[in-house]
């Protein structure tokens, strides 16, 4: 079936450092493409999106990237905070359909 | 700023019984849905429900399971008789109609099944 998955459970980030979570999916109809950030205790909450029509969109310190060719998608964080520690959800969805399906997480723990 | 409500926090229940989670969604918001986590996993997905109606269910939204918009505010999912494998953290989500595919997540309701 198709589904959307992460290349490393965890990252470990120096504080100040920027961070590289990675996500490959494998539905290549996927519309739109979402990071979700998930804090211990609570729902995810929402970080960026991507249409698949682009291939770099920036937030604030927050920048994901989309290469179609090789179903890759990637968030960027730069100057990594200890308030970033937060396991990172990729997800993915349909033009018509908003059904999200999620990968596995990556935990990412900043180190003072 | 606007979010997700879901109540209870934590559901303690026997195996076999029926419950019910409640959510209120971000008001102006039309989509709605359901997507529960088992510890550890993923988060899956459920049902998604538009214009009073279920528009998308994923396999495991069984017979056991249903969904309802009571009246203008709340959202429940009902879970007729529990199973232990139901024990999960059940997230209600929202959506508004330009931006379907960007949902707002309540901080779930953890239910143990016991």
């Known amino acids: 079936g198709e589904s959307v998955g992460l290349h490393l459970p965890t990252l470990s980030v120096q504080e100040g450092d920027n961070s590289i979570i990675n996500c490959a999916y494998s539905?290549?109809?996927?519309?739109?493409f979402i990071w979700y950030k998930q804090e211990s205790g609570k729902g995810p909450q929402f970080i960026i999106d991507i249409r698949s029509n682009m291939d770099k969109r920036q937030g604030q310190r927050v920048t994901v990237l989309l290469n179609k060719t090789v179903k890759h998608l990637s968030l960027q964080i730069a100057a990594t905070q200890p308030g970033d520690s937060a396991v990172y959800f990729c997800a993915e969805s349909g033009l018509n359909d908003y059904k999200l399906s999620f990968g596995a997480g990556t935990t990412v723990t900043v180190r003072a | 700023e606007p979010e997700v409500t879901q109540t209870p926090s934590h559901q303690v229940t026997q195996m076999g019984q029926e419950v019910i989670l409640r959510c209120v969604p971000i008001?102006?918001?039309?989509?709605f849905y359901w997507y529960r986590q088992i510890l550890g996993q993923k988060v899956e997905f459920l049902v998604s429900f538009y214009n009073n109606e279920i528009s998308e269910k994923s396999e495991i939204f069984d017979d056991q399971f249903s969904v309802e918009r009571p009246d203008g505010s709340n959202f429940t999912l009902k879970i007729r008789s529990t199973k232990l494998e139901d024990s999960a953290m059940y997230f209600c989500?929202?959506?508004?109609?330009?931006?379907?595919?960007?949902?707002?997540f309540g901080a779930g309701t953890r239910l143990s099944v016991l």
């Open positions: 539905n290549s109809a996927s519309d739109y």
């Open positions: 008001s102006n918001h039309l989509y």
């Open positions: 989500a929202s959506s508004d109609l330009e931006q379907g595919s960007i949902q707002y």
